[in-house]
T-cell receptor, first 117, second 108 residues
Framework: SAVISQKPSRDICQRGTSLTIQCQVD?????MFWYRQQPGQSLTLIAT?????????ESGFVIDKFPISRPNLTFSTLTVSNMSPEDSSIYLC??????????????FGPGTRLTVL | DAKTTQPNSMESNEEEPVHLPCNHS???????IHWYRQLPSQGPEYVIH???SNVNNRMASLAIAEDRKSSTLILHRATLRDAAVYYC?????????FGKGTKLSVKP
C-alpha cells in the first residue's frame, strides 16, 4: 500500500494568485497522477508525472496553467497559476502502487480543497 | 470519455446485498475493469478489479459478463459505511478515467 499526504488540505485564495500543492508518498513510486474534482463532479485527470521526465498533460490542461514538478520518487507538486473562481476544486494526487503481481492499484491522497474568490 | 455507463444513484437497506451494474460495451481485449469508491470528503479507494473471470476479495465480488461488455459489483451485506460513489472504470492501469459513478445510499 501507499500512504499519501497533501499540503495544504484546504486554502482560500484571491484571483490572479498562484498556489502550489504538495504531494508526499511514504514509498518510492514511479508514476504519480494529479486529478481535479470540481464541486459535485467526478474526477478529471490533469496530468501524469514520472520522475525525471516532463509531465504529460491531458487534453484541456496546459503546463503554463498547471506546472508540475517531480524532483524524486516520493514527492510532487502541482501549481495552479493565475487562479480564477473556475479553478475552485478539490485537487488530488494519486500513485500507482508497486506489487509483485501484474496489477497495481492506485492510491489517492485526501485532496486539497481550493476556493478562489 | 469514461466509456462506461452506470446508474446515477441506487439505494439499499443495511445488511442486504447490493448489485451495482456497469456497462462497458466498447471494452478492448486488454482493458481491465476497475472499481473504486469515494466516501464523503475522501479520495477514491480501490475496491476490486478484473479482466475476464469473476473475482472476490474481502470488500466485494465482481461478476463479469462472458462477453465482457458489462459487469456487476456485488456488496454482499451493505453497511452504512458503504455509502459512497462507486466508479466503474475500464482501461489499462494508471491514467484512470473516471465517469460519473453511482451514488449508493444505504438506509438503516
Amino acid at each position: 500500500s501507499a500512504v499519501i499526504s497533501q499540503k495544504p488540505s484546504r486554502d482560500i485564495c484571491q484571483r490572479g494568485t498562484s498556489l502550489t500543492i504538495q504531494c508526499q508518498v511514504d514509498s518510492q513510486v514511479t508514476m504519480m497522477f494529479w486529478y481535479r474534482q470540481q464541486p459535485g463532479q467526478s474526477l478529471t485527470l490533469i496530468a501524469t508525472a514520472n520522475q525525471g521526465s516532463e509531465a504529460t498533460y491531458e487534453s484541456g490542461f496546459v503546463i503554463d496553467k498547471f506546472p508540475i514538478s517531480r524532483p524524486n520518487l516520493t514527492f510532487s507538486t502541482l501549481t495552479v497559476s493565475n487562479m480564477s473562481p473556475e479553478d475552485s476544486s478539490i485537487y488530488l494526487c494519486s500513485v500507482e502502487g508497486v506489487s509483485s503481481g501484474r496489477y497495481n492499484e492506485q492510491f489517492f491522497g485526501p485532496g486539497t480543497r481550493l476556493t478562489v474568490l | 470519455d469514461a466509456k462506461t455507463t452506470q446508474p446515477n444513484s441506487m439505494e439499499s437497506n443495511e445488511e442486504e446485498p447490493v448489485h451495482l451494474p456497469c456497462n462497458h460495451s466498447t471494452i478492448s481485449g486488454t482493458d481491465y475493469i476497475h472499481w473504486y469508491r469515494q466516501l464523503p470528503s475522501q479520495g477514491p479507494e480501490y475496491v476490486i478489479h478484473g479482466l475476464t473471470s469473476n473475482v472476490n476479495n474481502r470488500m466485494a465480488s465482481l461478476a463479469i459478463a462472458e462477453d465482457r461488455k458489462s459487469s456487476t459489483l456485488i456488496l454482499h451485506r451493505a453497511t452504512l459505511r458503504d455509502a459512497a460513489v462507486y466508479y466503474c472504470i475500464r482501461g489499462s492501469q494508471g491514467n484512470l478515467i473516471f465517469g460519473k459513478g453511482t451514488k449508493l445510499s444505504v438506509k438503516p
